[in-house]
């Protein structure tokens, strides 16, 4: 072959291949599922969410709050401080005239902590899903067998009457809706009373107008807690996200997963000199310590970050 003939075919050859890269290019911009693909240079960073202050000086310094729009986890085994930071931050949300709702699953909260500590009750919805409210017990002066009513029952003189149906009778000279008062041994499941706390949260996240939503499960075995789905935790996320609510989860565990946009553990902190054997001391003080576990507030990977703080002691006894 002569030489003019190989010039001739290298100089048609990135002639063909740029008409075949103008074929590829036109047939990938008409592709209906490259539609929603934006490129990079048009990707917008999300701005940070608006925090939540939790009253506590330290923990503002190292998260700058609770965020709205998110799911917040807060994690810590039993006397690790999960109970003063919640009595704190509802505290300072019910202070600036913010509504907060407390979903208590075990039924724990003590009002007169919450007084001690300033939640202003007239701002604070506290839903009660444990044993004593939902399925509480209480005894007739005629009867004093154990009866567990349902959780639609409410007590009037004693007595227990289910108001799911439309029947109308008198009690006592009080209107009342009742069927009967409930058999004996009809005790509602740990899976019934949890699916009972879900439901709460659910319904109050879809009615918005809340500033904070705690959802205490601190006092739920762990192995009932493990058993709540990772979708029921993606809806909670997804009907919080883009509202000014901020969605805060107490447990001892971590549940909640990948839909926490912030995981704090919380620990107890004893410091006591060792001039006496340990069944002989008396506790003086105890510091919490706060470990920031994941974070997706940063704009890159964040790394374990702890703090000390301590709480005033709200009851004794």
């Given at each position: ?22 074929v590829?290019l036109?047939?990938i ?26 009253g ?98 409410f ?7 289910d ?20 058999a004996?041994?009809q ?20 009615s ?13 075995p ?12 993606f ?23 990948t ?5 704090m ?44 703080f ?8």
């Amino acid at each position: 072959m002569s030489s003019l003939a190989l010039n001739n075919s290298y100089t048609s050859l990135p002639v063909s291949f740029l008409d075949k890269k103008t074929v590829v290019l036109k047939h990938i911009a008409q592709s209906e599922r490259l539609v929603a693909v934006r490129p990079a240079s048009r990707l917008e960073v999300r701005p940070r969410p608006e925090m939540v202050s939790t009253g506590i000086v330290q923990l503002d310094a190292l998260t700058g709050g609770i965020p709205r729009g998110c799911l917040t986890e807060v994690c810590g085994r039993p006397s690790s401080g999960k109970s003063s930071m919640l009595l704190a931050t509802m505290a300072s949300v019910t202070r600036r005239g913010e509504f907060c709702v407390l979903i208590d699953a075990s039924d724990s909260f003590d009002p007169s902590s919450g007084a001690a500590a300033g939640v202003e009750f007239s701002k604070l919805l506290w839903i009660r899903c444990g044993k004593s409210s939902v399925f509480g017990y209480r005894a007739s002066a005629k009867n004093d067998q154990t009866r567990v009513p349902h959780p639609s029952a409410f007590f009037v003189g004693g007595e227990a009457f289910d108001f799911t149906d439309s029947e109308h009778m008198t009690h006592d000279g009080q209107q009342i809706i009742s069927k009967n008062v409930l058999a004996n041994n009809q005790r509602p499941t740990a899976n019934d009373s949890l699916e009972h706390v879900l439901k709460s949260t659910d319904l109050i996240l879809q009615s918005g107008g809340f500033g904070l939503v705690v959802l205490d499960l601190a006092g739920i075995p762990d192995k009932f807690v493990r058993r709540i789905p990772l979708a029921s935790w993606f809806r909670f996320q997804r009907t919080v996200e883009h509202t000014k609510t901020a969605l805060m989860v107490v447990s001892e565990i971590v549940c909640a997963q990948t839909c926490a946009a912030l995981v704090m553990k919380l620990s107890a902190v004893i410091d006591q000199p060792p001039t006496k054997p340990s069944h002989a001391q008396l506790l003086k003080e105890m510091h919490i310590e706060a470990e920031i576990m994941r974070s997706r507030l940063e704009g890159k990977p964040m790394q374990s970050v702890k703090t000390t703080f301590s709480a005033q002691a709200l009851r004794a006894g």
